[in-house]
Nanobody, 124 residues
Framework: QVQLVESGGGLVQAGDSLRVSCATSGRTSERVVMSWFRQVPGKGREFVAGMTWSGDNTDYTDSVKARFTISRDNAKDTVYLQMDSLKPEDTAVYYC?????????????????WGQGTQVTVSS
């Protein structure tokens, strides 16, 4: 089992920065992919960013490239999503997810474990 706990969400203004965190515990190892998704009411979960545990490979959806950065601190077993130049359309519940495997993936169904989510609201 893998446990994921997100934190760091909140209310910010457009153009601000925010960092959300995902503390992990359990069977995380070198052979996992860590990703962030987001969801707004009435829509499915959207892939935002992902990385292999080694950090060698990352992936971002086009709308966040050059604004968001995914990273991890192995000593703290924590994955981060640094969000800069936030826009109102970034408003969503942000979830971290773990995929047991080595290949990056954007489809939510490919992920095995999910956190409870943290709300990010960007006002205009």
């Amino acid at each position: 089992q893998v446990q994921l706990v997100e934190s760091g969400g909140g209310l910010v203004q457009a153009g601000d920065s925010l960092r959300v965190s995902c503390a992990t515990s359990g069977r995380t190892s070198e052979r996992v992919v860590m990703s962030w998704f987001r969801q707004v009411p009435g829509k499915g979960r959207e892939f935002v960013a992902g990385m292999t545990w080694s950090g060698d490979n990352t992936d971002y959806t086009d709308s966040v490239k050059a604004r968001f950065t995914i990273s991890r601190d192995n000593a703290k077993d924590t994955v981060y999503l640094q969000m800069d130049s936030l826009k109102p359309e970034d408003t969503a519940v942000y979830y971290c997810a773990v995929r047991m495997g080595v290949n990056l993936a954007r489809f939510p169904g490919h992920y095995d474990y999910w956190g409870q989510g943290t709300q990010v609201t960007v006002s205009s």
